[in-house]
């Protein structure tokens, strides 16, 4: 039986989904468990039954601006399992910044995605982002490259898309969105996406979903770190400050015996001092990729904190759980140094990106940002393992986001962790190349995105449900965020906005996430109830019916 610091904790059962962490690439949808023989019909279906998934190709345009560039083919499945025939709706998986072999589970009714297309009978997609799996037009992602790979050239792929691909069971085009609504649903980016379609390309979706959606990216994002606080047992979020601002005092010591000590004492030895410090928020950054469904043992930031409060690990005791006073900082820094060198460290590297490191158990290369022969900067390939495309949308749009520390006194993340230091890594990452050159080196700003969508200032959007929970670390950049002047967006009938307690990031997108939990399935069914109505008024304002109904 799990021993937990604090009984509060047992309140949010978890679990990990596709590692995050953080400046390395948000991994955000979890991944399916294998239902099936998985060489047959991505194993979501039984051998034996007809295989309704089609992947298919479309030609989209290279460049939106300039459509003489040619085009390069976009992959795409499409699940008509519930669609009713001509002129019903379809569901369009916005497009992630990964790959999307093990997204094809979005169209079927294990997510709402596909939930979504089986209340209202239509057929569901999912179309893979541009740049990544095998929908890039180029082969390398250098400068020069990635130029195409732009916010603008993204959203415009998805109108772009719905208003030309000619879907196998719909050769006539009965099911057109100037025909039958299509409902564009996302989380995180995509979900940010749905946002700002609605708002800069409005007529082509009918009806959106957005959970978890970034719509207001932050440049200096420390923010971050304030709902995962908000999740930490008290007397771990306390001791852990206490912990941090002792490292911090001895990297800033001028003693470079003292600093060689305290990174010797982590595992950590040889590290500079702001790939140190972002290593030490690696326990806060895991709590991202959680949800209802996993016991409290799985996840990583709960056992970081009881090895701070030395209730973890073979020499834990749980005969005295410390109050919300903890243990103090001396055994608080003893405990997370004792948590990284016995349980983050060994294969974490192999975990993370075992196609560089996978006969390395106990390296620490992956932490090291500054080694310009890391293949985090060599490899160039668009299925690298560093996500190196999402490194360039928050460098070049730029999104930025950048989870340091925040202002004002020690907080729960090393001084060391500086929007500068993490803003330095993009010239590492992508250097001049025949005249081109990252946005944000060429005077790009994050507030020119803010002022383009409106953030989460933009009300007047129309048929658009936010979906956001409590403890998710990117609440602050939502329409939910107490951030927001004035307060958090109020729910209205055209913009319901929804607030799941205790949830983290995207806790809607699996159906089996919603039913571990009963704030969280009361919410969805209203979210599926209000999608339908939507999509009924498509067809009542139009006089005609709405297939299968």
């Not at 946002?195 to 959106?208: D, E, Q, R, S, V």
């Not at 970081?304 to 073979?314: L, P, R, T």
């Not at 005791?317 to 060198?341: Q, T």
Request: net charge negative; hydrophobic share 35%.
């Amino acid at each position: 039986m799990r021993r937990f610091i604090l009984a509060v904790v047992a309140a949010v059962a978890v679990t990990a989904s596709a590692s995050s962490l953080g400046r390395r690439g948000q991994q955000l949808r979890p991944s399916p468990k294998v239902l099936h023989d998985e060489k047959y019909c991505y194993g979501l279906y039984p051998k034996g039954t007809p295989c309704p998934i089609e992947a298919a190709t479309f030609d989209q345009l290279i460049d939106h601006d300039d459509p003489s560039l040619g085009t390069f083919k976009q992959r795409y499945w499409v699940n008509p399992e519930f669609y009713a025939g001509p002129g019903a709706p379809i569901v369009l998986s916005g497009p992630g910044e990964q790959a999307a072999d093990r997204m094809v589970w979005y169209t079927t009714n294990l997510t709402l995605d596909g939930t979504f297309a089986q209340e209202i009978k239509g057929a569901a997609i999912v179309l893979e982002h541009r740049y990544w799996g095998d929908s890039s037009p180029f082969d390398k992602m250098t400068t020069k490259n990635m130029r195409h790979l732009t916010l603008d050239n993204a959203m415009r792929d998805t109108t772009y898309f719905a208003r030309n691909v000619k879907l196998s069971f719909d050769l006539d085009g009965k099911s057109h969105p100037d025909k039958a609504p299509w409902v564009f649903t996302g989380g995180s980016y995509p979900g940010a996406l749905a946002a700002w379609i609605n708002k800069l390309h409005p007529g082509t979706f009918w009806a959106y979903h957005a959970v978890s959606a970034v719509v207001q990216p932050i440049a200096d994002f420390w923010q971050y770190y304030v709902p995962i606080e908000a999740a930490m047992p008290r007397n771990c979020s306390k001791d852990m400050k206490r912990a941090i601002k002792y490292i911090d005092k001895q990297l800033s010591s001028g003693d470079q015996a003292r600093k060689d000590a305290i990174k010797a004492k982590f595992g950590l030895s040889g590290l500079a001092d702001d790939d140190f410090g972002w290593a030490l928020a690696d326990g806060l950054q895991s709590w991202q990729g959680t949800q209802f469904t996993t016991p409290p043992s799985k996840i990583p930031l709960f056992d970081m904190c009881d090895y701070i409060e030395g209730v973890g690990g073979k020499n834990g005791s749980a005969i005295h759980i410390p109050d919300e006073n903890g243990v103090g900082r001396c055994a608080a820094v003893a405990g997370l140094a004792k948590w990284f060198r016995t349980v983050r460290i060994p294969g974490s590297c192999q975990r993370n990106w075992g196609d560089y490191w996978k006969n390395d158990s106990q390296t620490i290369e992956c932490w090291d940002t500054h080694n310009p022969n890391s293949p985090f900067f060599t490899d160039r390939s668009v299925r690298n393992e560093w996500n190196l495309q999402w490194q360039w949308m928050s460098c070049n749009e730029p999104f930025q986001q950048w989870q340091a520390s925040a202002p004002g006194d020690t907080g729960l993340v090393s001084r060391h962790v500086t929007m500068q230091s993490l803003r330095d890594q993009c010239e590492r990452f992508f250097p001049d190349e025949d005249g081109y050159s990252y946005g944000l080196k060429r005077g790009r700003t994050t507030d020119a995105i803010v002022q383009r969508t409106d953030g989460w200032s933009n009300v007047n959007s129309t048929r658009l449900v936010h979906v956001n929970g409590e403890y998710d670390p990117w609440l602050s950049e939502s329409v939910s965020s107490t951030f927001r002047p004035g307060g958090p967006l109020e729910s209205t009938p055209e913009v319901p906005v929804f607030l799941v307690p205790k949830a983290a990031h995207c806790p809607d997108l699996v159906m089996r996430n919603t039913l571990a939990n009963e704030p969280l399935h009361e919410i969805t069914q209203k979210v599926i109830g209000i999608i339908s109505a939507w999509v009924d008024e498509f067809y009542e304002q139009r006089g005609i019916s709405h297939p299968g109904f």
